[in-house]
């Protein structure tokens, strides 16, 4: 009796999932993959990353050089988010590496954060816990009164990508003016009503200046001294894009030197930050942890970058292949 040839057991193909993930989208891959938990820092990564057909990062795992030559069987690097500054995709790719994101995951959760900074600097409020004399309620509307409506301002976009087009909507919507500066030539019908300026018009004349650029070298300390000081008196600068867009101590000195001026940033350079961060014990200044993303649909959308990764590792086309440095 001739016993029939057994088929060799199918090798499933191991992810390192380096950064916090969705439930639901881990599992979804892990139906597929073996899927491992480990970051760069961790006993074990590298003799993972050895082995790994795929990487799944979101913001702090740096994929260079030195990692993909440690990696000898990666496929597929997943950015669980929109930029990819912290991926080598040159590299990846000449190494035949495809690098997959998520581009458009967290645009309506960042949106949504610059707006509450905007309410939160320019419409303050407070809500009650205890009863109040008649003196007490007088002195709290009286310190509650907006000097100026946001209708009467002037919103300044730098940028009018996914995330600064959602803001320009958002300031329309509010009556506000609206005024963008982009090194794109947009179309009247995508400019959601935003008026295309220069540079310097955009910082002379905004009341409130919103960051919103991409991650190319060039856009390093953009927003530097001489850009701060065409800047109106009391102007409110908002940052949710990358940390190292502005000169940080040029902002400290511009916000010393004007005490009515104000800057909101969820994004630092470097992240997280130490004592030594010249932004530190400024009143004028308001610092959040990078929460841009914090959002559960936001979470949710960024990790299911894992369908990508999938693909690439079943020998098909990404449908969110990431774009090259250049093209950023």
């Known amino acids: 009796m001739i016993t029939p040839a057994r088929e060799p057991p199918v090798v499933r193909a191991l992810v390192i999932q380096a950064e916090e993930l969705d439930g639901a989208c881990r599992d979804w891959l892990g139906e597929r993959c ?62 035949g590496v495809e690098v997959v994101y998520t581009p458009d995951a967290n645009t309506r959760a960042v949106v949504e954060l610059v707006t509450a900074f905007m309410l939160d600097a320019l419409r303050p409020r407070v809500f009650l816990d205890s009863a109040l004399d008649r003196a007490g309620w ?3 509307r009286g310190e509650l009164v907006a000097p100026r409506q946001l209708n009467e301002l002037t919103l300044g976009i730098l940028g009018l990508g996914r995330v600064g087009s959602g803001v320009a909507r958002v300031g329309a919507a509010l009556n506000m003016r609206v005024l963008y500066h982009d090194l794109r030539e947009i179309p009247p019908g995508a400019r959601h009503g935003a008026e ?12 409130v200046l919103s960051v919103h650029v991409d ?23 908002i940052n949710t894009s990358r940390g190292f867009v502005i000169d940080n ?27 030594s961060y010249p932004l530190l014990g400024l009143s004028n200044c308001h610092l959040s942890p990078h929460i841009g993303a914090a959002t559960r649909a ?3 959308n960024m990790s ?7 693909r690439v590792l079943s020998g ?13």
Request: charged letters at 25%; glycine letters at 10%.
């Open 34 to 95: 073996e899927v491992v938990r480990c970051g760069p820092d961790e006993a074990g990564f590298a003799s993972l990353l050895a082995r790994a057909g795929g990487l799944v990062v979101r913001t702090y795992t740096r994929v260079d050089g030195v990692l993909l030559r440690a990696a000898p069987n990666l496929r597929v690097v997943g950015r669980a988010g929109v930029g990819v500054d912290n991926i080598d995709v040159g590299a990846c790719r000449a190494r």
């Open 138 to 140: 007088k002195h709290a």
């Open 196 to 207: 295309p300026v220069s540079a310097e018009r955009l910082f002379s004349e905004a009341d």
């Open 215 to 237: 991650g190319r070298p060039s856009n390093r300390g953009w927003v530097d001294a001489g850009r701060l000081e065409l800047l109106r008196p009391g102007a409110m600068l």
């Open 249 to 275: 101590g040029a902002l400290a000195a511009w916000l010393r030197g004007d005490e009515s001026a104000r800057a909101i940033l969820d994004v630092h350079e470097p992240e997280p930050f130490d004592s």
């Open 298 to 300: 936001a979470h949710r």
């Open 304 to 310: 299911w970058v894992v369908r990508d990764v999938w």
């Open 316 to 328: 098909e086309r990404a449908e969110f292949p990431a774009p090259n440095q250049a093209e950023s």
